[in-house]
């Protein structure tokens, strides 16, 4: 969607967003990656509400990709609760 901007210029506003890009900042890592929910939103609860996307908004992803990422990475496998044990992954 084009909105006229100052100048003239145009801008895109997004209708819906389903993902995005995400920034691990500790491991300098970024995926591509599904929007959750809006968890929070420090201007207006009816943000949260309506999981209306604003700057600044708090937002749960899905962690796939960073989970698959770190364990490539450092050959570590990521316990997940109730179904396996973590720990080294065998390098066959």
């Not at 970024?30 to 209306?52: G, M």
């Not at 992803?61 to 065998?90: M, N, Q």
Request: hydrophobic share 40%; charged share 25%.
């Amino acid at each position: 969607h084009l909105v006229r901007a100052r100048g003239g210029n145009t801008k895109f506003r997004a209708i819906r967003l389903n993902e995005g890009n995400f920034s691990w900042g500790s491991t300098v890592t970024t995926r591509k990656t599904r929007i959750l929910d809006v968890v929070y939103n420090a201007s207006n609860n009816e943000l949260v509400r309506t999981k209306t996307l604003v700057k600044n908004a708090i937002v749960e992803i899905d962690a796939t990709p960073f989970r698959d990422w770190f364990e490539k990475f450092y050959s570590f496998r990521i316990p997940i609760k109730g179904k396996e044990a973590g720990g080294p992954i065998a390098v066959t």
